[in-house]
T-cell receptor, first 116, second 113 residues
């Protein structure tokens, strides 16, 4: 069990560019979540997957954001035409997703995005 | 809509002492889950403790315990025998049906030797 990993850890981009982040969940975890955390705030839910199916998307996820989990393993989060307001820490979490009361989300280290 | 409120932006405690972090939430559901997560500086978030709303007994994990008051929608975290390694941001979170987490704004805990 190597934990949830995210790549890259830091990304600096210019406004208007596209960026893509990757998340590798803990193996055998069926659920994968994306959150966004801005400075001084708690994480805000963006979207989540059960295997390859995207089950819920937040209103925060504008049409410039797209997330995929094509084979039910790793996931990518793409932001098109980045804006300065997109600057944040993007967190990924995974869980077994068995629906059990003990289901727990394990978080990755995050990708810090800075849009200049 | 469910909301989570942490009214203490910062707290401090002396090593070996006890500190309590407050959290209130709003929900119309009767079954749900509550969590405290710890986020050390520049490190990833880890689960400290969880509470199922259907359980009347307060959860405990070693030096960490909660005071869950369902009627008052209150969920405080007590850290006993505080250690320097407890210094971090602490987030209270709510989940209905063990899916997405709704977080509060966090409390920064400082521990002084």
């Amino acid at each position: 069990d190597t934990g949830v990993s995210q790549d890259p850890r830091h990304k600096i981009t210019k406004r208007g560019q596209n960026v893509t982040f990757r998340c590798d969940p803990i193996s055998e975890h069926n659920r994968l979540y994306w959150y966004r955390q801005t400075l001084g705030q708690g994480p805000e839910f963006l979207t989540y997957f059960q295997n390859e199916a995207q089950l819920e998307k937040s209103r925060l996820l504008s049409d410039r954001f797209s997330a995929e989990r094509p084979k039910g393993s790793f996931s990518t989060l793409e932001i098109q035409r980045t804006e300065q307001g997109d600057s944040a820490m993007y967190l990924c979490a995974s869980s077994l997703g068995a629906g059990a009361p003990t289901d727990t989300q394990y978080f990755g280290p995050g990708t810090r995005l800075t849009v200049l | 809509a469910q909301t989570v409120t942490q009214s203490q932006p910062e707290m401090s405690v002396q090593e070996a002492e006890t500190v309590t972090l407050s959290c209130t939430y709003d929900t119309s559901e009767s079954d749900y889950y509550l969590f405290w997560y710890k986020q050390p500086p520049s490190r990833q978030m880890i689960l400290v403790i969880r509470q199922e709303a259907y359980k009347q007994q307060n959860a405990t994990e070693n030096r960490f315990s909660v005071n869950f008051q369902k009627a008052a929608k209150s969920f405080s975290l007590k850290i006993s025998d505080s250690q320097l390694g407890d210094a971090a941001m602490y987030f209270c979170a709510y989940s209905f049906n063990t899916d997405k987490l709704i977080f509060g704004t966090g409390t920064r805990l400082q521990v002084f030797p």
